[in-house]
């Protein structure tokens, strides 16, 4: 099993960052998907849910407006559009595949995001 990030970097206030995550050794579509994000001293949280057919999706009341969570099944991606950054969003993001209704999850190695002021 394989869950990888990319996309993270250093970026001005205001600006646009996509990461992408890319999973293998699993059955994709049958799981859910998240972003979650950890800044150091601080809990990691999850930022944004979409389900394993797209069809439902949820977002931390600190990004909704500003990131879009997406998903295609036939690439095995799961993509966080992140606009209008802020210095308070830099953190290191992580992946996570979730089957539902059960405790199986598997998380990525994360992928640093700087939003400099």
């Known amino acids: 099993v394989q869950v990888v990030e990319s996309g993270g970097g250093l970026v001005q206030s205001g600006g646009s960052l996509r990461l992408s995550c890319v999973a293998s050794?699993?059955?994709?579509?049958?799981?859910?998907m998240s972003w979650y994000r950890q800044a150091p001293g601080l809990e990691r949280e999850l930022v944004a849910f979409?389900?394993?057919?797209?069809?439902?999706?949820k977002y931390t009341d600190r990004v909704r407006g500003r990131f879009t969570i997406s998903r295609d099944n036939a690439l095995n991606t799961v993509i966080l559009q992140m606009s209008s950054l802020k210095p308070e969003d830099t953190a290191v993001y992580y992946c996570?595949?979730?089957?539902?209704?059960?405790?199986?999850?598997?998380w990525g190695q994360g992928t640093q995001v700087i939003v400099s002021s």
């Open positions: 050794g699993f059955t994709f579509s049958s799981y859910a």
């Open positions: 979409i389900s394993s057919s797209g069809g439902y999706i």
């Open positions: 996570k595949a979730s089957e539902p209704f059960s405790s199986t999850e598997y």
